[in-house]
């Protein structure tokens, strides 16, 4: 299981958790899981990569094997660097890395 780095903001009481390992949210959705973590340039530029991709793939068949082969690399890509990008994006924003919240354990009685 990978782990996770904790980002809060100054002012605001919220708390976010960001993997550091592979993100199969990047590879799987691609630019619909950089728009849920509100991540818009790296969203247009999923999404503009994507396309080319896709409009590659309607010019001939060996276009289209090279275009399906950028497409799965890339979607590889996004997948490694995903989360790396998520936390960049967090902290352009303000927030700073703190210690994971602790939870106190439970006795059993």
């Known amino acids: 299981m990978a782990e996770k780095i ?3 903001h100054p002012g605001k009481d919220e708390t976010v958790a960001v993997g550091t390992g ?3 949210g990047a590879l799987l959705l691609g630019f619909v899981w950089a728009m849920s973590k509100r ?3 790296a969203t247009f530029v999923m999404l503009a990569v994507n396309t080319l991709l896709f409009f590659s793939g309607l010019w001939g068949e060996t276009i289209g094997t090279i275009g399906l082969v ?3 690399l ?3 890509a996004c997948g490694a ?3 790396q990008w998520h936390r960049w994006t967090l902290e352009q924003r303000g927030y700073v890395v703190v210690q994971p919240p602790v ?3 439970r006795r059993a009685t």
Do not use: D, E, K, T
Request: glycine content about 10%.
């Open 6 to 8: 904790y980002l809060r």
């Open 22 to 24: 592979f993100s199969w």
């Open 39 to 41: 991540m818009w340039f």
């Open 70 to 72: 950028l497409s799965v």
């Open 74 to 76: 890339f979607g590889v």
């Open 81 to 83: 660097y995903g989360n």
């Open 103 to 105: 939870h106190p354990q």
